[in-house]
């Protein structure tokens, strides 16, 4: 039996962030674009006041796939809002529901924080 977990980012997840961030440039054939290092992620994901956040998308206990989000305001809401941007799922396990687990996740955590949008 197969199972999925969604859970926050630790920093020892830092390295397989960033090569799911390769992944995901490669798949969109922007390789030459991904500079983000260990060192960056460990520092803004993991520092002392992060302002980006990440879950870790497990399929029986293996990282594969990270939604990294962070927080936006809306001036006419008068609200928080999370703005989703990056999600990648490993090829090999897409069509389990893994990516839609990590936006129910986070749709979820607008709703239970009252948040007035949920963007990518």
Do not use: N
Request: aromatic content about 12%.
């Amino acid at each position: 039996m197969t199972s999925l977990t969604i859970r926050p980012a630790v920093a020892s997840d830092a390295a397989a962030i960033v090569a799911f961030i390769g992944a995901l440039a490669a798949y969109e054939k922007l390789e030459h674009e991904a500079k983000a290092s260990v060192a960056d992620i460990t520092r803004d994901l993991f520092g002392p006041d992060p302002k980006v956040f990440c879950e870790i998308a497990e399929w029986d206990g293996a990282p594969v796939g990270f939604a990294l989000w962070f927080y936006t305001y809306s001036t006419f809401q008068g609200r928080h809002g999370i703005w989703l941007e990056d999600l990648y799922v490993d090829p090999t396990l897409r069509g389990k529901g893994i990516g839609k687990a990590l936006l129910t996740h986070l749709a979820r955590r607008c709703v239970a924080e009252g948040l007035g949008r949920f963007e990518w």
